[in-house]
């Protein structure tokens, strides 16, 4: 053979014997895989953080499995199975051309009811935003729930447990279809890359971003960081436990008293990536995730009262997506706040807060009210709604504001932060300067009977907790 010849037989033979040698546009002509995903592929038995392939492409869990027991609840062999604040997230987008969305969701075992929340992605996992409102499911029977998609767009969707940590969840068949049938999973994902082959490792799905206000990138809230101060009253998810209930949002985390129709506290972070231009909803309405057993506050048990609904996490707080904003509305965010006390004293401690933030700083909040009896425009009550929406004597708000980083915990526990207390009577003559209020943490304590600070280290809580703040910016 003359050496030209072998030369390109060689070539040839090379070429043959490497078919998946393709370029970036073949790979993405790999065959799509079409919905549902129905976990029977899933082999993964432990809670632990980690990714799995399954029929349609690989999907993380965060303190999650793929339980196969006769406690898990589910249409074949396998369903999905969430623990705590766990969440279930896709690794790939859907085609564009999602109409529908189903995911059927159970209570694992005989555990109490949970809620979760549907979320979902247009950019490959870089923003998020809710899909619909909140779900608390409970019962053993797999309940199917639709939520509209987004149809222009590819998408990908994220499962969130928002209430644990003693209850279980299960999830089978979810489900997306399109105008003409079942969505397809496409080969690339969002950043332009080919989906791993089934087995390998990927990437977890990055945090949330968002844009500040001034258009510099600052970071969006971690649903964690609403709590990184600690759980001032021990509260727990256990719907037993109607006076000291936690409940746990991506927005904000309360310790809510069912007897009294309000929060006892409520816990969040404020960072630039929480402030943006999505305007106020207004859509005041009852809280779906609370138990059933617990009395709903609507919007009329405050009507004709002489009282605002006050937020505790506040509207301004959570203008990053329209659904951000609209749960600050829920009516367990309440409480009855004397209208000059709202709408002058508090409203300028909160934009005197974001504008530290908007300046470059970061804030951990913590708000909440005690005794019972207030002064609203319509003169003083103990309580509205025949009795079960408690008029607080006092509210408060201690502010933790400190330098964008890190590890803000060691950073607070250093003095690397300024903490502000104020203690205000439920009274409609109060003064309009909250700087008139300042008291200490430790005070605020003594009459609430809360521990607020309690992540702290018990020496760096001492020393911090005493100081009263002077009311100017440094």
């Known amino acids: 053979m003359r050496p030209s010849l072998l030369l390109?037989?060689?070539?040839?033979?090379?070429?043959?014997?490497?078919?998946?040698?393709?370029?970036?546009?073949?790979?993405?002509?790999?065959?799509?895989?079409?919905?549902?995903?129905?976990?029977?592929?899933?082999?993964?038995?432990?809670?632990?953080?980690?990714?799995?392939?399954?029929?349609?492409?690989?999907?993380?869990?965060?303190?999650?499995?793929?339980?196969?027991?006769?406690?898990?609840?589910?249409?074949?062999?396998?369903?999905?199975?969430?623990?705590?604040?766990?969440?279930?997230?896709?690794?790939?987008?859907?085609?564009?051309?999602?109409?529908?969305?189903?995911?059927?969701?159970?209570?694992?075992?005989?555990?109490?009811?949970?809620?979760?929340?549907?979320?979902?992605?247009?950019?490959?996992?870089?923003h998020w935003q809710r899909a619909g409102a909140p779900v608390t499911t409970q019962g053993p029977r797999l309940v199917p729930h639709t939520f509209a998609g987004a149809a222009s767009e590819p998408l990908r969707l994220e499962i969130r447990k928002t209430s644990g940590p003693k209850t279980r969840l299960n999830f089978d068949d979810v489900v997306l279809t399109t105008a003409t049938g079942p969505a397809v999973a496409v080969a690339v994902g969002g950043t332009g890359t080919a989906l791993p082959a089934p087995g390998a490792p990927t990437r977890p799905t990055p945090a949330p971003t968002a844009q500040g206000p001034t258009g510099a990138p600052g970071p969006a809230t971690n649903p964690g960081d609403n709590l990184l101060l600690g759980n001032p009253s021990g509260a727990t998810s256990d719907p037993a436990n109607a006076t000291n209930y936690l409940l746990v949002r991506p927005q904000f985390t309360s310790g809510y008293n069912a007897t009294r129709g309000i929060p006892t506290w409520t816990s969040w972070h404020v960072g630039r990536g929480d402030l943006g231009q999505s305007p106020r909803q207004n859509d005041f309405r009852p809280d779906p995730a609370l138990?059933?057993?617990?009395?709903?506050?609507?919007?009329?048990?405050?009507?004709?009262?002489?009282?605002?609904?006050?937020?505790?996490?506040?509207?301004?707080?959570?203008?990053?997506?329209?659904?951000?904003?609209?749960?600050t509305f829920l009516m367990s965010n309440m409480v009855p706040q004397a209208p000059q006390n709202n709408q002058q004293t508090w409203a300028h401690l909160e934009e005197y807060t974001r504008a530290q933030v908007q300046r470059g700083l970061e804030a951990y909040v913590l708000m909440g009210s005690y005794g019972r009896g207030g002064t609203g425009k319509n003169g003083f009550a103990t309580a509205l709604d025949q009795g079960r929406v408690t008029v607080p004597a006092r509210i408060w708000k201690v502010v933790v504001i400190l330098p964008e980083g890190t590890d803000d915990l060691r950073r607070i526990a250093a003095g690397q932060a300024r903490i502000l207390a104020v203690d205000t009577p439920n009274d409609n003559s109060i003064a309009p300067d909250w700087k008139q209020y300042l008291t200490s943490v430790d005070k605020v304590e003594a009459a609430s009977g809360l521990d607020l600070l309690s992540a702290l280290p018990p020496a760096a809580q001492a020393q911090l907790q005493k100081v009263v703040d002077s009311g100017r910016a440094n």
């Open 291 to 327: 138990p059933r057993q617990f009395f709903q506050v609507t919007p009329q048990s405050y009507s004709g009262s002489g009282f605002d609904k006050g937020h505790n996490c506040p509207s301004g707080d959570r203008t990053a997506t329209l659904d951000d904003n609209s749960a």
């Open 8 to 126: 390109g037989a060689l070539a040839l033979l090379a070429c043959s014997s490497n078919p998946d040698r393709r370029s970036p546009s073949d790979l993405r002509q790999t065959p799509a895989v079409a919905f549902p995903e129905t976990f029977e592929a899933g082999t993964k038995g432990a809670y632990t953080e980690a990714d799995e392939a399954l029929a349609t492409g690989p999907w993380h869990f965060q303190d999650g499995l793929i339980g196969s027991t006769a406690q898990d609840h589910k249409d074949g062999q396998h369903a999905a199975r969430l623990r705590g604040l766990g969440r279930l997230t896709m690794q790939f987008d859907a085609a564009a051309g999602v109409r529908q969305i189903t995911v059927s969701a159970a209570a694992y075992g005989t555990d109490g009811p949970s809620t979760w929340e549907l979320w979902l992605s247009r950019d490959g996992g870089g």
